[in-house]
């Protein structure tokens, strides 16, 4: 039986995570595989952060992994296949109850042979929908335990948001973001609104600057303090889930999609800043120029084109038409 299925994830992609020293920022993707002997101490993150690794061996190699990059397991007959958010897979002989004690309670067991990370999954419906545009099948019958343990484990997260030393006035917020006043491109904070059963239902923004404005076409005092739902009445939730998940996992996203609200091609880049909030860049893809090509501006688009899923590029029915 297949596993394993193709899926298109409207113009999102993954990016990489957000580490908890450096808020309003980036840092590179999560790291690959780092020898042991070698690999350097990382500081102690926030609880939903915690950096946590485990040492496999594979193909007769000692790798350590960190957690927050393993997507998913599915055994193969003795064997366990590790997928990795860098697109690396370890084979090791171990079995799931073996790897599930070592990895802790952030992964759902969501069939007798495929354990999965709570932090992977983007969406459960017909399928289990990663958040790197794969699928994975599941035991049906097994749904509403499924989305009730990914529900928990997504609470213990969201608890303790209220610990965190946000502002508190919008000229709080105003101060901490002040250097972005000046910028020429969009850029916003927003506060997440979660319902009773943890999932996000809409943001409000607590921090813009006047390029954000111009981008949304509202008035800045309007803007700040409000809901977006108050404010456009045809809230697309990819939005929503793209932010949602930026907000709970500390990832760093990017999506590159029309907004309806505003009659835009957008590119929206996230991540964590506060604890339930994050922070948002945000581009006209009309307005965006592209610098002459060279080796290593190549190099480096390759790279980042690398991690866009098929469906996206149209690569999949090319494929098929071979």
């Known amino acids: 039986m297949s596993w394993l299925k193709p899926y298109s994830f409207i113009g999102i992609w993954y990016i990489g995570y957000w580490h908890p020293d450096f808020r309003g920022g980036f840092f590179n993707r999560d790291s690959n595989?780092?020898?042991?002997?070698?690999r350097e101490s990382e500081p102690e993150g926030l609880n939903l952060q915690e950096v946590k690794y485990i040492t496999i061996l594979s193909n007769k190699k000692e790798i350590t992994l960190n957690v927050r990059s393993i997507l998913y397991i599915?055994?193969?007959?003795?064997?366990?296949?590790?997928?990795?958010s860098y697109g690396k897979i370890y084979t090791v002989r171990k079995t799931l109850t073996e790897l599930k004690e070592?990895?802790?309670?952030?992964?759902?067991?969501?069939?007798?042979?495929?354990?999965?990370?709570?932090?992977?999954?983007?969406?459960?419906?017909?399928?289990?929908?990663?958040?790197?545009?794969?699928?994975?099948?599941?035991?049906?019958?097994k749904k509403k335990e499924i989305v009730n343990q990914l529900?928990?484990?997504?609470?213990?997260?969201?608890s303790i948001f209220a610990h965190e030393n946000a502002p508190k006035t919008e000229e709080e917020y105003h101060n901490h973001y002040r250097s972005f006043d000046l910028m020429p491109?969009?850029?916003?904070?927003?506060?997440?609104?979660?319902?009773?059963?943890?999932?996000?239902?809409?943001?409000?923004?607590?921090?813009?600057?006047?390029?954000?404005?111009?981008?949304?076409?509202?008035?800045?005092?309007?803007?700040?303090?409000?809901?977006?739902?108050?404010?456009?009445?045809?809230?697309?939730?990819?939005?929503?889930?793209?932010y949602e998940r930026a907000t709970i996992y500390g990832e760093i996203r990017e999506i590159v999609d029309y907004s309806p609200e505003i009659d835009t091609n957008l590119k929206v880049i996230?991540?964590?800043?506060?604890?339930?909030?994050?922070?948002c860049i945000l581009?006209?893809?009309?307005?965006?120029?592209?610098?002459?090509?060279?080796?290593?501006i190549q190099k480096a688009f390759m790279f980042y084109l690398g991690k866009i899923p098929d469906k996206i590029l149209g690569k999949e029915d090319e494929n098929e038409t071979k």
């Open 102 to 141: 070592k990895l802790g309670d952030g992964f759902i067991l969501v069939h007798r042979s495929v354990l999965v990370s709570a932090m992977a999954i983007h969406d459960i419906s017909d399928k289990i929908y990663l958040s790197n545009g794969e699928s994975l099948d599941y035991v049906l019958r």
């Open 270 to 279: 996230c991540f964590p800043t506060f604890k339930g909030h994050c922070g």
């Open 33 to 38: 595989d780092i020898p042991k002997s070698s």
């Open 283 to 296: 581009f006209d893809v009309s307005q965006i120029e592209f610098s002459e090509n060279n080796s290593e």
């Open 74 to 84: 599915i055994m193969r007959r003795n064997n366990a296949e590790i997928h990795v």
């Open 185 to 242: 491109f969009a850029f916003t904070d927003i506060e997440m609104v979660f319902d009773e059963k943890r999932h996000a239902v809409d943001w409000i923004f607590r921090y813009g600057n006047p390029a954000l404005a111009r981008l949304e076409k509202v008035p800045l005092d309007k803007l700040i303090g409000s809901s977006f739902g108050s404010l456009f009445s045809n809230m697309d939730s990819k939005w929503l889930r793209t």
């Open 151 to 158: 529900e928990e484990i997504q609470k213990k997260f969201i």
